[in-house]
Antibody, heavy 123, light 108 residues
């Protein structure tokens, strides 16, 4: 059974950085792309970023472009999200999700999700 | 970017009721639409993919229909365990892969 476990969240001051991790198990990690999706307090789900199975293709939401970086380490079955220049409006639970496409660019179908890690940006 | 308009934003229904949620895309997305269920503190769960296909293991009381710009999600007989927030999500083109605003479903 596919499983995703996020970590790395916490409380951070505006302008600081944080790195989130998502460890995958139960399937062939290197065959799938991965997404990060966030949910701000009282708000709905918002797509943040995606990385292809081989790390060659990445896309970002306009709200995080230039500040966040998605990456992966296929030797550790782990996806990362580096959050720089954090703003109060980045406060959210961040979810990692698997793209269902196999060994092709991500299609946008998110078939397995983690339970999320909370990021709070506050002075 | 493609915008997704979901309604209603909240819904109260009784056990056994038929529940319907709609989602409208700002442009033609064919059938590139998913529906997710999200319970507080849990991982979101894929229920319906490609507008009308039931994900493996999902009860048959859940269904989806539509294509182009207008989509519908239905629970044929509401159960207590269906209390959650439901989201549509389009994946028709290059990112961003936008979600609807969500529908919070409560038991009356």
């Amino acid at each position: 059974q596919a499983q995703l476990v996020e970590s790395g969240g916490g409380v951070v001051q505006p302008g600081r950085s944080l790195r989130l991790s998502c460890v995958a198990s139960g399937f062939r990690f290197s065959s799938h792309g991965f997404h990060w999706v966030r949910q701000a307090p009282g708000k709905g789900l918002a797509w943040v970023a995606v990385i292809s199975y081989d790390g060659s293709t990445k896309y970002y939401a306009d709200s995080v472009k230039g500040r966040f970086t998605i990456s992966r380490d296929n030797s550790k079955d782990t996806v990362y999200l580096q959050l720089n220049s954090l703003r109060v409006e980045d406060t959210a639970v961040y979810y990692c999700a698997r793209d269902w496409s196999i060994v092709v660019n991500p299609s946008g179908g998110l078939d397995y999700w983690g339970q999320g890690t909370r990021v709070t940006v506050s002075s | 970017d493609i915008q997704m308009t979901q309604s209603p934003s909240s819904l109260s229904a009784s056990v056994g009721d038929r529940v319907t949620i709609t989602c409208q895309a700002s442009q033609d997305i064919s059938n590139y639409l998913n529906w997710y269920q999200h319970k507080p503190g849990e991982a979101p769960k894929l229920l319906i993919y490609e507008a009308s296909n039931l994900q493996t293991g999902v009860p048959s009381r859940f269904s989806g229909s539509g294509s182009g710009t207008d989509f519908t999600f239905t629970i044929s007989s509401l159960q207590p365990e269906d209390i959650a927030t439901y989201y549509c999500q389009q994946y028709a083109d290059l990112p961003p892969f936008t979600f609807g605003q969500g529908t919070k479903l409560e038991i009356k």
